[in-house]
């Protein structure tokens, strides 16, 4: 079974610019999910979709940050402007459902560096 | 104060060595909860649920303490292969979302 597929894998911008990350969960997966990890912290959760509706998004800073996932498949997440604290490495993960016992997977992330 | 706190370390143990790791909890309300492994620049992976009875996974003991708040990781008989980072997570079943402790880095040596 393939697992969750992320692009690109590295990223390297300046301030100011934009950046859009794209991401495919597992096939049937109907929950999708973007973390934010920084160097030496865990990941933070940025915004929770389940198929294309919206289920968590309030740790997302939504002045610069924006994502969607339209046809409840792919996702894409963006960020515009992008400043230096953005540094980090984007995890998207999915999982079957929104049950409690259900597995995140992870993929592999995009590792974003802002100059 | 951080919801989940863990030992940065790292732990440096010798191969064969049995090495713990503690994880604190803020939120009462906290329902389930797991380890993750993350290998350096890789995704992180589940390792185990812990469950309130304690459950074990060959060489790898997880335990539960809700009256505590905390949660631990026993892991035998240390493999090289076992060096990583540990995270701690927690799940409040109301919001489905994983929050995750900062991990605990352990280093095998030969």
């Known amino acids: 079974e393939a697992g969750v597929a992320q692009s690109p894998r590295y990223k390297i911008i300046e301030k100011r610019q934009s950046v859009a990350f794209w991401c495919n969960p597992i096939?049937?997966?109907?929950?999708l999910y973007w973390y934010q990890q920084i160097l030496g912290q865990g990941p933070k959760l940025l915004i929770q979709f389940q198929n294309n509706g919206v289920v968590d998004d309030s740790q997302l800073p939504k002045d610069r940050f924006s994502a969607e996932r339209l046809k409840g498949v792919d996702s894409t997440l963006k960020i515009q402007p992008a400043k230096l604290e953005d540094s980090a490495v984007y995890l998207c993960?999915?999982?079957?459902?929104?049950?409690?016992?259900?597995?995140?997977?992870f993929g592999p992330g995009t590792r974003l560096t802002v100059l | 104060r951080k919801e989940v706190e863990q030992d940065p370390g790292p732990f440096n143990v010798p191969e064969g060595a049995t090495v713990a790791f503690n994880c604190t909890y803020s939120?009462?309300?906290?329902?389930?909860f797991f380890w993750y492994r993350q290998d350096c620049r890789k995704e992180p992976k589940l390792l185990m649920s812990v469950y309130s009875s304690g459950n074990e996974d060959g060489r790898f003991t997880a335990q539960l303490n809700r009256a505590s708040q905390y949660i631990s990781l026993l892991i035998r008989d240390s493999k090289l292969s076992d060096s990583a980072t540990y995270l701690c997570v927690v799940k409040m079943d109301s919001s489905y979302k994983l929050i995750f402790g900062s991990g605990t880095r352990l280093l095998v040596r030969p």
């Open positions: 993960a999915s999982s079957f459902g929104l049950a409690g016992g259900d597995t995140q997977y």
């Open positions: 096939s049937g997966h109907a929950t």
């Open positions: 939120n009462s309300a906290s329902q389930s």
